[in-house]
């Protein structure tokens, strides 16, 4: 018993040991093992509180995606910045002081931070103005893909080759990101066609519209619509217009469009010529010279 005092002592003395200290209060081990555990206490609150508003009060009101996104985050960081406060108080620290050492802290550590910043200021305003919503389809860069978390430091996208890529939320405020799915998520599909000359141009036209008509992802109205571009150098050149409610099938719906298009010129005999180039030989050597030193036949 007298040995398992010892060690009892000997552990108190060791997690109350002061590490340092800020503005003279001792901070040890137990000071900060009662700040993770407040901050553990307030986190399993707010994911309670979170799971209670998604579950009950959101479908009763039956709000937007978005909204329901960014009031969950705001629930869940102003939850855990009070317990932050409450944990801090609770070991004796006093609030000004640590905001004037963070304050001196963050002058040099300032120009680091700026990112973080830049993301988080970034990351609020994508979730209060929602130019961007889970489950959009955009493009922000090279990447095509479809939003699948948006955070307060980076949001989540997932590819069309179910690659998922995280992107900080200031790229989305700085740079061009195209929203395929905002608002209104019809597009308008631009299909490419050349034919030989000499075809029949209202066959053709007809063929085309045709074509777009049967597809079961165009839509009716708008209705398709078919452009005589331009004379090429080898072409006739037409362009089919058609619009589709759902961006994330442009590929597949572009792709069905472009078979049913060859099986259909086939079937009317329409040719879509081969790209035609014009080919010029010069050669310094005089006719002459050819002519008399031509390879007999049979050699």
Same mark, same amino acid.
């Given at each position: 018993?007298?040995?398992?005092?010892?060690?009892?002592?000997?552990?108190?003395?060791?997690?109350?040991?002061?590490?340092?200290?800020?503005?003279?209060?001792?901070?040890?081990?137990?000071?900060?093992?009662?700040?993770?555990?407040?901050?553990?206490?307030?986190?399993?609150? +707010?994911?309670?509180?979170?799971?209670?508003?998604?579950?009950?009060?959101?479908?009763?009101? @039956?709000?937007?995606?978005?909204?329901?996104?960014?009031?969950?985050?705001?629930?869940?960081?102003?939850?855990? &910045?009070?317990?932050?406060?409450? #944990?801090?108080?609770?070991? &004796?620290?006093?609030?000004?002081?640590?905001?004037?050492?963070?304050?001196?802290?963050?002058? #040099?550590?300032?120009?680091?931070?700026?990112?973080?910043?830049?993301?988080?200021?970034?990351?609020? =305003?994508?979730?209060?103005?929602?130019?961007?919503?889970? #489950?959009?389809?955009?493009?922000?860069?090279? =990447?095509?893909?479809?939003?699948?978390? $948006?955070?307060?430091?980076?949001?989540? $996208?997932?590819?069309?080759?179910?690659?998922?890529?995280?992107?900080?939320?200031?790229?989305?405020?700085?740079?061009?990101?195209?929203?395929? !799915?905002?608002?209104?998520? @019809?597009?308008?599909?631009?299909?490419?066609?050349?034919?030989?000359? &000499? +075809?029949?141009?209202?066959?053709?036209?007809?063929?085309?519209?045709?074509?777009?008509? !049967?597809?079961?992802?165009?839509?009716? !109205?708008?209705?398709?619509?078919?452009?005589?571009?331009? %004379? #090429?150098?080898?072409?006739?050149?037409?362009?089919?217009?058609?619009?589709?409610?759902?961006?994330?099938? @442009?590929?597949?719906?572009?792709?069905?469009?472009? $078979?049913?298009?060859?099986?259909?010129?086939?079937?009317?005999?329409?040719?879509?010529? %081969?790209?035609?180039?014009?080919?010029?030989?010069?050669?310094?050597?005089?006719?002459?010279?050819?002519?008399?030193?031509?390879?007999?036949? &049979?050699?």
């Amino acid at each position: 018993m007298e040995n398992l005092g010892l060690i009892i002592k000997k552990i108190g003395q060791i997690i109350n040991f002061p590490l340092f200290h800020v503005n003279q209060k001792p901070i040890s081990l137990t000071s900060i093992i009662m700040v993770l555990v407040i901050l553990l206490v307030f986190y399993l609150i +707010s994911r309670g509180i979170r799971r209670l508003i998604t579950n009950r009060i959101f479908p009763k009101y @039956k709000l937007d995606m978005g909204i329901q996104l960014a009031i969950s985050r705001i629930v869940h960081y102003m939850i855990i &910045g009070l317990g932050i406060i409450m #944990g801090v108080q609770l070991i &004796g620290l006093n609030l000004t002081s640590l905001a004037v050492v963070f304050g001196l802290l963050s002058v #040099g550590i300032g120009f680091g931070l700026q990112n973080i910043a830049a993301n988080f200021i970034s990351g609020l =305003i994508i979730l209060f103005e929602r130019p961007i919503q889970i #489950g959009d389809r955009i493009t922000v860069g090279d =990447i095509l893909g479809d939003v699948e978390n $948006i955070s307060l430091r980076a949001t989540h $996208i997932r590819t069309v080759d179910n690659v998922t890529i995280i992107v900080p939320n200031s790229e989305f405020i700085s740079s061009q990101v195209i929203n395929w !799915s905002h608002r209104d998520p @019809k597009i308008r599909l631009h299909v490419p066609v050349g034919v030989a000359y &000499g +075809s029949d141009v209202p066959l053709v036209i007809r063929s085309l519209l045709e074509v777009a008509r !049967s597809h079961s992802q165009v839509l009716e !109205s708008p209705a398709p619509r078919v452009w005589f571009t331009d %004379f #090429g150098n080898s072409s006739l050149n037409f362009e089919l217009l058609a619009w589709i409610v759902d961006p994330k099938k @442009k590929p597949d719906v572009i792709s069905d469009l472009n $078979i049913k298009i060859d099986e259909i010129f086939r079937k009317h005999e329409v040719t879509i010529p %081969f790209p035609q180039r014009d080919l010029h030989l010069r050669s310094s050597v005089p006719l002459s010279y050819i002519s008399q030193n031509r390879i007999p036949e &049979g050699s």
